[in-house]
């Protein structure tokens, strides 16, 4: 059982299109985050969600759009994608907003033309 | 503003040697450190952690040591197997709620046979 998913593996896509990533987890974690690992292999958190409520919202531009429908889930939408968004998005969870440690998805690798 | 750093980007090490990571902060807020390992198309797994309340945690063949005055860290791999051969990233946060883990580069290990 994988604990914690993301789909897309990979996108590729349009300058200009906008496009969602999904994230769940079965481990029954209060809190869900986004990294961004840019080409410089840079582990960046950008947000985090605890109980559905974001609690972390690092400098990102708005074009940047998480929802959470449920605490299992932690989706990512971005509008009007620019060359620069290439990178690999990682979602994690961990139990709590306290928690030491953070659980992580295999990544979606977004390539942006 | 980089503050956990990982200054070797690569380490060769041959089978059954020590492997030894390093990994410098420079805020003195970070309380709890950890160590993730990450394979290729795969999301960071949790390796080891340790608190600043301690300079010393073991696991098994993995041991993380913390010098809090040179606010360093280290982990050691004893004996290094081929199948440790990944990039391991260095992680900090700050105690209470809503803390986001803040990465290192990361240093890819290459264990020869």
């Known amino acids: 059982d994988t604990a914690v998913s993301q789909t897309p593996k990979y996108l590729v896509t349009q300058m200009g299109n906008d496009k969602s990533i999904k994230c769940e987890q079965n481990?029954?974690?209060?809190?869900m985050y986004w990294y961004k690992q840019d080409s410089k292999k840079f582990l960046k958190i950008m947000f985090s969600?605890?109980?559905?409520?974001?609690?972390i919202n690092e400098t990102v531009p708005n074009r940047f759009s998480p929802k959470s429908p449920d605490k299992a889930h932690l989706n990512l939408h971005i509008n009007s994608l620019e060359l620069g968004d290439s990178a690999v998005y990682f979602c994690a969870s961990s139990q709590t907003s306290g928690s030491n440690e953070q659980f992580f998805g295999p990544g979606t690798r977004l390539t942006v033309l | 503003d980089q503050q956990v750093k990982q200054n070797s980007p690569s380490l060769s090490v041959q089978e059954g040697r020590i492997s030894i990571l390093n990994c410098d902060y420079t805020n003195s807020m970070f309380d709890y450190f950890l160590w993730y390992k990450k394979y290729p198309a795969e999301g960071p797994t949790f390796l080891i952690s340790i608190s600043s309340i301690k300079d010393k945690n073991e696991d098994g063949r993995f041991t993380v040591f913390l010098n809090k005055s040179a606010k360093h860290l280290s982990l050691h791999i004893v004996p290094s197997q081929p199948g440790d051969s990944a990039v391991y990233f260095c992680a900090a946060k700050r105690a209470g709620t809503a803390s986001k883990l803040t990465f290192g580069t990361g240093t890819r290990l290459q264990v020869t046979l």
């Open positions: 969600y605890n109980n559905k409520e974001l609690i």
């Open positions: 481990l029954g974690h209060d809190t």
